[in-house]
């Protein structure tokens, strides 16, 4: 049912964009960031992160860019990608560092296991030929006054939780669970302690 509504707004979106005239750039971004994530609803990631490329390209301000990095986090995150969303959280966060909700998602994401993005598919929507569980594509940001913001390709090994489980899984589930929750905490306490220590 929801695949069924998410195919409609989709086909309105698009014919709506149809109709725009090309001068209208600001309804143009508004319609294309709907039909971006109704694509991402519908499972078709690639076509969600080449518009979200697009949008990147034509960003001329930090408002433009703040929408495409809430976009392509959606699509990572409906990717389960975890050490997407990261990067897209860490760029967020040096545009508005004073953004509790972006420092708490950061944190769920440094706790959240989750697969990596299908080999082929780079945070710019284009394919690449190195796997995402290695490294990501350059990680430059366009700011509203035309400099860069650069931030690093790959995580740091230490930035991404493991545990491996020993013995039968049955008797360690109630120890991971336990240990999940006090890395949890300690996740949030980190993560308010940054946002202070950014105002």
């Known amino acids: 049912m929801l695949k069924k509504l998410w195919q409609k707004a989709l086909q309105e979106y698009s014919s709506i ?28 990631h690639e076509e969600a992160l080449e518009m979200a490329a697009d949008l990147e390209s034509k960003a001329t301000n930090t408002d433009h860019l703040t929408v495409v990095l809430h976009l392509h986090l959606a699509v990572f995150s409906s990717l389960q990608s975890r050490e997407h969303t990261i990067l897209c959280l860490h760029k967020l966060i ?4 004073l953004n509790p909700w972006s420092w708490c998602k950061l944190a769920e994401a440094y706790l959240s296991p989750g697969p990596g993005l299908p080999a082929g598919v780079s945070p710019q929507g284009q394919k690449s030929s190195a796997s995402s569980d290695k490294a990501v594509g350059p990680s430059s940001v366009h700011s509203g006054t035309g400099s860069l913001l650069s931030l690093p390709t790959t995580l740091p090994e230490n930035a991404l939780l493991s545990v491996e489980a020993s013995g039968s899984a049955q008797e360690n589930m109630p120890s991971l669970a336990r240990r999940r929750e006090e890395a949890q905490m300690e996740a949030r306490r980190k993560a308010c302690a940054s946002l202070l220590r950014a105002r």
């Open 17 to 44: 964009s149809e109709q725009l005239p090309s001068t209208n750039f600001a309804m143009k971004r508004d319609v294309q960031e709907g039909q971006a994530r109704c694509l991402a609803h519908l499972g078709r």
């Open 94 to 97: 040096a545009l508005h560092p």
